[in-house]
Nanobody, 120 residues
Framework: QVQLVESGGGLVQPGGSLRLSCAAS????????MGWYRQAPGQQRELVAR???????NYAESVKGRFTISRDNAKNTVYLQMNSLKPQDTAVYYC??????????????WGQGTQVTVSS
């Protein structure tokens, strides 16, 4: 079993910053990629940013230049630094990780989600 635990969400004013963290734990052999997705009310879940074990990243166009994804492979942790936040960034943010368990079974797991609200 692989668990993902997110932290760092909250309420922030437009133009502010937040940093999300997601730690993976359990029987993990390797993590190929970790990412952040978000889902606003009435909307589909969408990719925000993703990072591979080698450090390659991709971002949604709407967050390029404002958000930065990074990871600590030794800690199986991924971060999302969010700057210049806008009201349209308001959503539940979910962490995702894809990899192999200790018994070499593939996993593709999600965290429980953390609410980010951007409002004055």
């Amino acid at each position: 079993q692989v668990q993902l635990v997110e932290s760092g969400g909250g309420l922030v004013q437009p133009g502010g910053s937040l940093r999300l963290s997601c730690a993976a734990s359990g029987s993990i052999f390797s993590i190929n990629a970790m990412g952040w997705y978000r889902q606003a009310p009435g909307q589909q879940r969408e990719l925000v940013a993703r990072i591979t074990s080698g450090g390659s990243t991709n971002y949604a166009e709407s967050v390029k230049g404002r958000f930065t994804i990074s990871r600590d492979n030794a800690k199986n942790t991924v971060y999302l630094q969010m700057n210049s936040l806008k009201p349209q960034d308001t959503a539940v943010y979910y962490c995702n990780a894809v990899g192999l368990t200790g018994s070499w079974a593939r996993f593709d797991n999600w965290g429980q989600g953390t609410q980010v609200t951007v409002s004055s």
